[in-house]
């Protein structure tokens, strides 16, 4: 420590006080600026957050199916790449958990898919209420790698899980008057708060004329990937048609009517001009507002791919619709 | 010498206006844009034009309303970042989505109405863009170049139509934008309405008097 007093700096060395004025206002407006910036930048971010969400997107660990499951390479299964679990199960409609592709990741745990029943019922000879661990132990479980084709024209290659719906049917044998199979989404606000928005018509509903839903490839899906299905794919019980624009998929069902005469259909009452009841995937037949000729693989990049008729089904199916005019069932 | 005032808002409006793009460019190609790139990518750069458009729209209202002078300073750069992203939209559109194929740009554009009028928002911004230089407005006299920018009203409800018919179901979003233009539609005419009632009334004193 020393005793002498500092030395004054040089007059040479003392900032003129203009400069020094003009310092302070430099850094001031340099604060100004960055704060703008900042804020703008900021403002923006939560505008467009919808969009950015997906980083911190929840991927569910739902548990690996115990059960045996016959491994796909079935007659039916393709051997096209799999969409990585993580995008099927982070970017989904479901607008009883929001509107956005990652709402229903972030929004579905408040849906319990046990303890679970589903009603079947209407024109059938063994109408009943069962759980739904009970269902799916009626067949054995199988993997069917099926391609789904959204009718925003995307698609995916899923490994699902389940039962043809055919075996299901046939177990409450319909009767001679069964045409046609009506299912309902649950409705309960509290566990899907989406309902509490007039979106939709509450509950989803969907339906499938009676030979498509005995068709072989329709199926009943309750887990995918070897896991049980998450909340957000559906769970416990979902209906999947690969033939059909993925909307037909409807999910957490909890009731499965036969009926004599056409269901109604959520898509369908809700813009009939842009969604029929078959809704199957058709490349001639574009959306109003865009052209279903292709497709964007999720995962595979910005390479669009054509959409197949019947999305590659059409060997399987083409059958159902021989002497339907297409375009006008939609 | 006094230094222009607020010199610091329009480098500010543009480093963090754009700041966003430069973020999607990082971002889409790292996967954290989603499963769906692309589409988070023309949500977000479509979303950003409208924003920045009825913002850019706001400034003239905003001095009528609460006699504010600054949102003047900003009205051209809030208009061509609008512009930017309006482009950039397109571009992700063209280039990634349609992978430059233009048998299917044009049929969009020809066959839906939805595209059709998202993109002749765009073309009516491109003059916009083109004329918003100093040396423009000399060229073609304040009042030929005003009239010309009203455009940027056309193109401003022609992107809410576009979002609204977007949209697939909750058209919620889309009428936010509709209502605050309406809103801005409303102060225009508001003062347009003034401005005559005051002309009319000197005019008729002049008039009056012998």
């Given at each position: 420590m020393s005793d002498k007093p500092p030395a004054e700096p040089p007059s040479s060395e003392i900032t003129p006080e203009s400069r020094y004025l003009r310092r302070r206002e430099l850094l001031k407006n340099a604060g100004l600026f960055a704060g703008t910036a900042a804020a703008v930048a900021g403002g923006l971010?939560?505008?467009?957050?919808?969009?950015?969400?997906?980083?911190?997107?929840?991927?569910?660990?739902?548990?690996?199916?115990?059960?045996?499951?016959?491994?796909?390479?079935?007659?039916?299964?393709?051997?096209?790449?799999?969409?990585?679990?993580?995008?099927?199960?982070?970017?989904?409609?479901?607008?009883?958990?929001g509107l956005d592709k990652n709402d229903p990741a972030r929004n579905a745990h408040t849906l319990r898919p046990r303890p679970w029943?589903?009603?079947?019922?209407?024109?059938?000879?063994?109408?009943?209420?069962?759980?739904?661990?009970?269902?799916?132990?009626?067949?054995?479980?199988?993997?069917?790698?099926?391609?789904?084709?959204?009718?925003?024209?995307?698609s995916m290659v899923i490994p699902w899980l389940?039962?043809?719906?055919?075996?299901?049917?046939?177990?409450?044998?319909?009767?001679?008057?069964?045409?046609?199979?009506?299912?309902?989404?649950?409705?309960?606000?509290?566990?899907?708060?989406?309902?509490?928005?007039?979106t939709l018509d509450w509950p989803y509903v969907e339906g499938l004329r009676l030979d498509e839903a005995m068709h072989p490839l329709t199926l009943m899906a309750t887990g995918l990937y070897g896991r049980q299905l998450p909340n957000q794919n559906g769970a416990p019980l979902r209906l999947v048609v690969p033939w059909k624009y993925g909307f037909k998929g409807?999910?957490?069902?909890?009731?499965?009517?036969?009926?004599?005469?056409?269901?109604?259909?959520?898509?369908?009452?809700?813009?009939?001009?842009?969604?029929?009841?078959?809704?199957?995937?058709?490349?001639?037949?574009?959306h109003p507002r865009w052209s279903q000729a292709s497709e964007r693989r999720i995962g595979e990049g910005f390479e669009r791919r054509p959409t197949l008729p019947f999305n590659g089904y059409a060997e399987q199916v083409a059958h159902l619709y021989t002497g339907m005019d297409l375009r006008k069932n939609f | 010498m006094a230094s222009r005032p607020l010199p610091w808002l329009n480098p500010a409006l543009v480093v963090g206006g754009l700041s966003p793009l430069v973020m999607m460019a990082v971002q889409g190609p790292r996967g954290d844009l989603g499963p769906n790139a692309v589409e988070a990518a023309l949500n977000q750069t479509g979303l950003f034009a409208l924003v920045l458009l009825v913002a850019s729209l706001a400034c003239t209202p905003l001095r009528l309303v609460f006699k504010w002078t600054w949102p003047a300073r900003i009205r051209r750069t809030l208009g061509l970042l609008a512009f930017t992203y309006a482009a950039s939209h397109f571009l992700v559109y063209a280039v990634l989505d349609q992978g430059l194929k233009l048998g299917g740009i044009l049929e969009d554009i020809g066959k839906r109405p939805f595209i059709t009028v998202g993109f002749t928002a765009l073309v009516l911004l491109v003059p916009l863009a083109v004329t918003s230089t100093n040396a423009w407005?000399?060229?073609?006299?304040?009042?030929?170049?005003?009239?010309?920018?009203?455009?940027?009203y056309v193109a401003a409800v022609l992107g809410v139509v576009h979002f609204v018919w977007r949209v697939k179901k909750d058209v919620t979003e889309p009428l936010i934008y509709a209502a605050v233009l309406g809103l801005l539609f409303a102060i225009r005419a508001a003062e347009a309405v003034r401005k005559r009632r005051a002309r009319d009334a000197v005019a008729a004193r002049s008039a009056a008097s012998p």
């Open positions: 971010y939560l505008l467009g957050r919808k969009q950015t969400r997906f980083m911190d997107a929840y991927v569910p660990d739902a548990g690996l199916v115990n059960a045996p499951v016959a491994k796909g390479q079935g007659p039916y299964d393709t051997d096209e790449p799999r969409t990585p679990y993580e995008d099927v199960t982070t970017y989904n409609n479901f607008y009883e958990f029943t589903v009603t079947i019922d209407g024109e059938v000879h063994k109408p009943q209420t069962v759980d739904i661990d009970q269902l799916a132990s009626w067949s054995p479980l199988e993997e069917r790698v099926y391609r789904m084709r959204c009718v925003e024209a995307w389940g039962f043809p719906l055919g075996e299901l049917l046939k177990r409450v044998e319909p009767t001679g008057n069964a045409r046609y199979v009506a299912f309902n989404t649950l409705h309960d606000p509290e566990q899907m708060p989406g309902q509490r928005r007039g409807i999910k957490s069902i909890v009731r499965i009517s036969l009926t004599r005469d056409e269901p109604p259909t959520t898509w369908n009452l809700a813009a009939p001009d842009e969604y029929g009841f078959y809704a199957n995937v058709n490349p001639a037949v574009d | 407005v000399r060229r073609l006299g304040f009042p030929r170049w005003q009239r010309l920018h009203r455009l940027a």
